[in-house]
């Protein structure tokens, strides 16, 4: 469940054209509970236009700053990131949850990284660069990053001092895809560059994982790539900002009809009965439950929960593992209900 406080707006520091990061004041009283690892999250809450929104934000700091930072690209009609990068000032408070998410990177042993990111999904892989660079003197990390130019580029400046600082340890590259600059690969991330960086380029370094942050088609496509060069597919390990519906999800077959629902959500049950063509986590918050939620796209890990009894479909999955499915886990913004009862947990997970 994600647990909510309000923190002051410390900084926004506009870091390009259309991108802000914001650094948040986190009291020392707070401390402990925002001790995130490098690859979480935050969820931020907002009032705009009297409608309550709710954004997941990949955290950019170093876990060894005590900061909470995330960064905020505009979109194309997007309220929150319309609101962030145009409207919102420093001294605001706005809800914060408490750090979560599933893709990570925990300090090791010697080990050597590789990332792929592409536009704002810089930002998780950023603290995991950080981590490794203060925490592991003897590993190393390569990152590829993808952008349309160097000035639409997020954190530019501070990924090149980062490369001075670390100069034997973090191997820096950057495709573009509108703009040729020195030292640069004109172009976008696909099955070429990949195999130019992990067979030429830095063939001479055996990469113990691979961190892939971007579109899915991105993703796919590096993923794919890696293990045809010999990567165990338990070493690749990702996380997507947008996701898509493939031919056979659009053609799942939901059931018409109702679902007696009970909801475990914060040791209280609650009822109600559903369409199963809706989804679990709408139907919630129709109901006025205060389910846990970011994205609602089924990229983030917010909304799970599990399913104690009776079934559910998901209409899509890129988060949960086999393990988790058979554990009767299920993203409740991607489920619907497939029997006449239900009992969902959101407790228990």
Avoid: W
Avoid at 65 to 91: C, M, N, P, R
Avoid at 276 to 284: E, F, M, P, R, Y
Wanted: proline letters at 3%; hydrophobic letters at 35%; aromatic letters at 8%.
């Amino acid at each position: 469940m994600s647990t909510f406080h309000k923190l002051r707006i410390e900084k926004i520091i506009k870091e390009t054209p259309e991108a802000v990061s914001i650094l948040f004041t986190v009291p020392a009283e707070l401390k402990e509970d925002y001790t995130f690892i490098a690859g979480q999250y935050i969820t931020v809450k907002a009032i705009l236009d009297d409608r309550e929104i709710r954004r997941a934000y990949s955290i950019c700091a170093s876990p060894n700053s005590e900061q909470i930072k995330v960064a905020v690209k505009a979109v194309d009609h997007g309220t929150f990131s319309t609101y962030a990068t145009t409207k919102l000032k420093e001294d605001t408070f706005l809800e914060v949850s408490e750090p979560e998410g599933k893709f990570l990177l925990e300090p090791q042993a010697q080990k050597n990284y590789i990332a792929f990111a592409a536009g704002s999904g810089i930002t998780p892989v950023l603290s995991m660069v950080k981590a490794v660079l203060e925490n592991e003197p003897t590993s190393t990390f390569t990152l590829v990053f993808g952008n349309k130019k160097a000035e639409s580029t997020i954190f530019y400046d501070e990924l090149n001092d980062l490369a001075t600082k670390y100069p034997t340890q973090f191997n820096l590259h950057y495709v573009f895809s509108q703009e040729v600059r020195t030292n640069s690969k004109l172009g976008r991330i696909d099955k070429g560059l990949v195999n130019y960086f992990v067979k030429n380029l830095h063939k001479d370094i055996s990469f113990d994982s691979a961190y892939l942050c971007g579109p899915e088609e991105m993703i796919k496509t590096v993923s794919n790539t890696l293990q045809e060069d010999g990567f165990d597919e338990e070493n690749i390990y990702f996380e997507l900002f947008t996701a898509t519906i493939s031919e056979e999800e659009a053609a799942l077959h939901i059931p018409d009809g109702k679902s007696e629902v009970i909801v475990m959500l914060d040791d209280e049950e609650h009822s109600f009965t559903m369409d199963k063509t809706d989804t679990i986590l709408a139907a919630s918050l129709r109901h006025k439950l205060d389910a846990p939620y970011s994205c609602q796209g089924g990229v983030c890990s917010s909304c799970i929960a599990k399913v104690t009894e009776g079934k559910a479909v998901m209409a899509k999955n890129s988060i949960l593992t086999d393990d988790e499915l058979e554990e009767g886990l299920v993203l409740t913004c991607q489920a619907h209900p497939t029997t006449q009862k239900i009992v969902v947990d959101f407790d228990d997970v």
